[in-house]
């Protein structure tokens, strides 16, 4: 059963990327195409909602970042407002690879993710980027 993505605001949140990033500059101009709002979030969003973050909201102050920052060294693209019923987060993930950026850790925001923290939802993903690493790792042997 697929996820139900949640559908506005259409944001782009990007962790571990800057518009110094390589391939960054391409990588907005394709999101402007598809009426995404960029945002580059890091530690400093790390107890901010996720829904919060879409719709552009304040940040909550940090509290306590944990010692070592989930995805601290990967880049991470999160979007919301994309629906994958019409084929616009399926085209936008072809945009993504046509931009020449990679994104090992991708998500799509749902009404449940919309309410937890960049915090939380980077630990979810980092465990799920490390479990497919050992996945492929095993298979490769």
């Not at 407002?81 to 936008?92: F, I, P, S, V």
């Amino acid at each position: 059963m697929k996820a139900h993505i949640h559908q506005e605001p259409r944001a782009l949140l990007l962790w571990g990327v800057t518009p110094e990033t390589p391939g960054c500059d391409e990588l907005l101009r394709r999101a402007a195409a598809f009426r995404l709002t960029p945002r580059f979030v890091g530690a400093a969003d790390f107890d901010t909602t996720i829904g919060d973050l879409c719709a552009g909201k304040a940040s909550v102050p940090v509290q306590a970042l944990p010692d070592l920052l989930p995805l601290a060294d990967t880049h991470a693209m999160i979007v919301g407002g994309l629906r994958h019923d019409n084929g616009d987060l399926n085209a936008w993930l072809d945009a993504v690879k046509k931009s020449g950026m990679t994104f090992p850790v991708r998500a799509a925001v749902t009404p449940t993710s919309a309410a937890w923290t960049l915090g939380h939802l980077l630990e979810e993903l980092s465990a799920e980027h490390a479990a497919l690493g050992a996945s492929q790792a095993e298979q490769a042997q």
